[in-house]
């Protein structure tokens, strides 16, 4: 799965929606996951993008 896959999927929006949704911890936990995975995912890309703009 592509990052811009991954941010289409994720957007912080639907990640709210999610985590307001998720009525067991569990489901909690996963949200909480997902949300660091894809926050790690966008600085991840931004410093990319930093490093090849020069």
Do not use: D
Request: aromatic share 6%; hydrophobic share 40%.
């Amino acid at each position: 799965m592509t990052l811009s896959k991954v941010v289409q999927c994720l957007t912080p929006n639907k990640l709210h929606h999610l985590g307001r949704a998720a009525k067991s911890r569990r489901s909690v936990e996963i949200i909480e996951t997902l949300k660091k995975t894809y926050a790690a995912a966008m600085n991840r890309h931004i410093f990319w993008a930093r490093e090849k703009m020069g």
